[in-house]
Every structure is written in structure tokens, then in C-alpha cells.
T-cell receptor, first 113, second 113 residues
């Protein structure tokens, strides 16, 4: 069982909806990430939080808004999404400062209608 | 940005045979590499990692080889089993970007019983 838990597992939303994805890590890590996984594409880094401060924002549209209230929790708030935003959204955590792998959750499968 | 690529998008092997999955990377400054396995409906799962000061590292039924001269990484799976069927992809970390990882698109491994 993964030490990184994501909810919901599946989400269908209309373009005018507001929803949030939740991630929780139980590994004692100090960095958390949001990645987007689309078919036949490499994982795309969206946001990185290190010690609860956002340190990376890879030119992600403002309709995606991250929140990291503490080192164990990460949210991705969604608003006015487009159909092309349909994808698997993966949360990951790691220990920053050392060579350490990312540990992923099982993702939220998002479909925008 | 950097790109990490895989030579073959699909690979089929007979159960019991050895599998070799390859990965090329482009930045000689990369100093940490990871192999992930992703099964259908799940997030990427850490398999094995290797640092640039090593050429080879072995785990349980898996071996990672690193050839820094040609910037090539491979994953060898011994005695491949049906449970090994998944998408495998490599990731590289560039030391000058902190803990930012770059991922390949993946190779889909199918084990034929």
C-alpha cells in the first residue's frame, strides 16, 4: 500500500465546476509535488512544494491552484477547466536535500466534460 | 528542458526469459537515476535507483546499468513473470535543479505466459 494517498480516485467535472484534489503523505517527507500524466507523454511537473513553500511552478495555467497547508497535505484546486485538462493527476513526495526517489500516489483520473 | 527517452515503446517477452529495457538521457550533469514501474490504474512505483558514481546496481531480480560515456541506462529483469507486465520508465535528476526529475515516456512490457 502506498504511503501517498490521493482522493478522489476518479473525478468527472464540467468546465464551470470547482473541485479539489487531495493528497496526503505518511512518509515524513519534506517536499510534495503535483504531476500531470497524459497518454503517450512523459510526466509533466506542475508544482513543487518544499518545506511548505512553493518552489516550482512550471507555467501552469491559473485554473490550477495548489495549496500546501503543511508538509503532509497537498491540494490542487480546479476551476474552469478545459477538456484538454483531462488526465491522470499524480501527487508525489520526497526528501529534499538528498538523492531520494519520488514516491507517488495512485493518482486522480480527471475527466473534464 | 531535458529529455529522457526510451528506445522501444513496447516489449514482449516469454515468461521466464530475461527482459532488458533501455533509456537514453541527454544531460551529462545528471547524477541520479531511477526506474519506475507503473501498472494499470496505479501510480508509478519505485524499482531501483543508481547514482552517477556507480555503473551497476542490483536488486531483487532487477539490475540497473549506467553507461555515462554514451549516456545510457538500462533495466534488466531476470526470469520475467506475468506480474512484471507494466509500463516502465526512467527518470533522471539534474543536480543543478535540486530535486527536479525528468521522465521518459515509458516502455510497455508484456509477459507472455
Amino acid at each position: 500500500e502506498t504511503g501517498v494517498t490521493q482522493t478522489p480516485r476518479h473525478l468527472v467535472m464540467g468546465m464551470t465546476n470547482k473541485k479539489s484534489l487531495k493528497c496526503e503523505q505518511h512518509l515524513g517527507h519534506n517536499a510534495m509535488y503535483w504531476y500531470k500524466q497524459s497518454a503517450k507523454k512523459p510526466l509533466e511537473l506542475m508544482f513543487v512544494y518544499s518545506l511548505e513553500e512553493r518552489v516550482e511552478n512550471n507555467s501552469v495555467p491559473s485554473r490550477f491552484s495548489p495549496e500546501c497547508p503543511n508538509s503532509s497535505h497537498l491540494f490542487l484546486h480546479l476551476h474552469t477547466l478545459q477538456p484538454e485538462d483531462s488526465a491522470l493527476y499524480l501527487c508525489a513526495s520526497s526528501r529534499q536535500g538528498v538523492d531520494s526517489p519520488l514516491h507517488f500516489g495512485n493518482g486522480t483520473r480527471l475527466t473534464v466534460t | 528542458g531535458e529529455s529522457v527517452g526510451l528506445h522501444l515503446p513496447t516489449l514482449s517477452v516469454q515468461e521466464g526469459d530475461n527482459s532488458i529495457i533501455n533509456c537514453a538521457y541527454s544531460n551529462s550533469a545528471s547524477d541520479y537515476f531511477i526506474w519506475y514501474k507503473q501498472e494499470s490504474g496505479k501510480g508509478p512505483q519505485f524499482i531501483i535507483d543508481i547514482r552517477s558514481n556507480m555503473d551497476k546496481r542490483q536488486g531483487q531480480r532487477v539490475t540497473v546499468l549506467l553507461n555515462k560515456t554514451v549516456k545510457h541506462l538500462s533495466l534488466q529483469i531476470a526470469a520475467t513473470q506475468p506480474g512484471d507486465s507494466a509500463v516502465y520508465f526512467c527518470a533522471e535528476m539534474l543536480s543543478n535543479t535540486g530535486n527536479q526529475f525528468y521522465f521518459g515516456t515509458g516502455t510497455s512490457l508484456t509477459v507472455i505466459p
